[in-house]
């Protein structure tokens, strides 16, 4: 009976042993997994601190999974600008990835899912749908499986998939992020670079110190680009003693492609005109350089006029411009400046051209604008503030208190986010 219960307690004792032993090697399993996970985030956090490319990062991100997660298939869908694509496709074939859209199949999951057992079936052959958030949003969603699906023991996707929701969140934020920073960067640049096209085209437009200044003639101006620069141009050349030159233009189109076919349109046309030129040749030449700058894409519309200080004779040409008006307040007429031709570069020769002729009567005064000042947006449609105008210059005020009412309704129409378009004004009042 002594030795029955000595080698009763060997036993146990040997049970607890390894028992024990086992416990042992549980944790030490445990723990090398434990640390062989801990190495896997610290390695993608010093890729991901060595700043790589968005390439280099997803070719890492596809060898982790592969290589040390035993992951088979792996798909990436990102948003970009409202639209999803597929950002990493391994181990899938075409048929696989045509099946899945996005919103029709991925939309529902608000968080991780394991389909092994029931997957849906355009998801058949993965394993788990793992969303990934940024702020509240959906910014990605990314697919899991296995190759071999006969494989015995716990799916490496499933045995890694906390693991694998952790590394997929840091991957794809820091390209989301990788993005919202290239953009704001491109925004930046873009940013000084219209303000310096700004700087540029404001030294093109005349501003009220390079007016000319005259005894019989009060010049006022507008300039208000809707887009920091834009396509219209307006000038006053003061050609000889007796002889004003003065012209207003409008590029069709908005931004920095139209400022620059207008930059370019300015030089030729201060090349181009003098005192003596005559106003059908100077238009065939501009129509001319203006086909060849813009190579049939945009086209401009442009007035220009010649007046004669001592015999107060108008003589112009309106090519496609919206009618400059001209009041009279000892009639009270109110007359529209219509004859001329075509836009510049509508057509490659302007098949006919009409000068107009004015006499100028004291206290006169004269309007001309771009469409911007008239056309203005509400809701869906667009009206015409034309008559508003015609009813600013249509009395006996002086022509500076008439451009001060005209500041003050684009000042309104501004707060009501009326306009659209770039504008641009220049007055005369003829003594």
Request: proline letters at 3%.
């Amino acid at each position: 009976m002594f030795f029955l219960t000595i080698h009763f307690f060997v036993n146990l004792g040997n049970c607890r042993t390894a028992k024990n032993r086992m416990i042992t090697q549980t944790k030490k399993k445990r723990l090398k997994l434990y640390k062989d996970r801990l190495n896997i985030l610290l390695d993608l956090a010093q890729t991901i601190n060595q700043d790589h490319g968005i390439e280099d990062l997803l070719s890492e991100f596809e060898i982790l999974l592969r290589e040390e997660l035993e992951v088979g298939k792996i798909l990436v869908y990102t948003c970009s600008d409202g639209k999803w694509s597929n950002l990493l496709c391994t181990g899938v074939s075409p048929e696989e990835m045509a099946r899945i859209d996005v919103e029709r199949d991925l939309f529902v999951y608000q968080g991780l899912e394991n389909i092994t057992i029931s997957p849906p079936d355009n998801l058949i052959g993965f394993d788990a749908v793992i969303p990934l958030f940024h702020r509240y949003k959906a910014i990605g969603y990314v697919l899991i499986g296995d190759v071999e699906e006969d494989q015995q023991g716990i799916s490496p996707t499933i045995k890694h998939l906390k693991l694998i929701q952790i590394i997929s969140n840091l991957i794809i934020v820091f390209i989301e992020n990788k993005r919202m920073h290239k953009a704001l960067l491109e925004q930046e640049a873009m940013k000084k670079e219209l303000e310096l096209a700004s700087r540029i085209q404001n030294q093109l437009i005349p501003g009220p110190q390079d007016l000319p200044k005259l005894k019989k003639v009060s010049i006022q101006t507008i300039y208000h680009p809707h887009l920091g620069v834009g396509g219209d141009y307006y000038d006053f050349i003061r050609l000889s003693r007796n002889t004003l030159g003065f012209c207003i233009a409008d590029v069709s189109g908005k931004g920095i492609s139209a400022a620059l076919l207008m930059s370019n349109f300015q030089a030729v046309f201060r090349s181009l005109f003098s005192w003596n030129v005559n106003l059908k040749k100077l238009i065939h030449q501009l129509n001319r350089r203006v086909n060849e700058s813009a190579n049939n894409e945009k086209f401009i519309t442009f007035f220009i006029g010649k007046y004669n200080l001592t015999t107060r004779r108008l003589s112009y040409v309106n090519a496609g411009h919206l009618p400059p008006l001209l009041f009279e307040p000892k009639k009270g007429h109110l007359i529209s400046l219509d004859k001329g031709c075509i836009g510049l570069g509508m057509l490659d020769v302007i098949p006919f051209i009409e000068v107009g002729h004015l006499f100028i009567s004291k206290n006169a005064k004269f309007l001309a604008f771009t469409d911007g000042l008239v056309e203005l947006e509400r809701g869906n449609k667009i009206t015409s503030g034309l008559m508003s105008v015609e009813k600013i210059i249509s009395n006996n005020k002086m022509l500076d208190e008439n451009i001060e009412e005209i500041k003050t309704y684009i000042t309104k129409h501004i707060d009501r986010k009326s306009f659209f378009d770039d504008i641009s004004l220049i007055g005369m009042g003829f003594q």
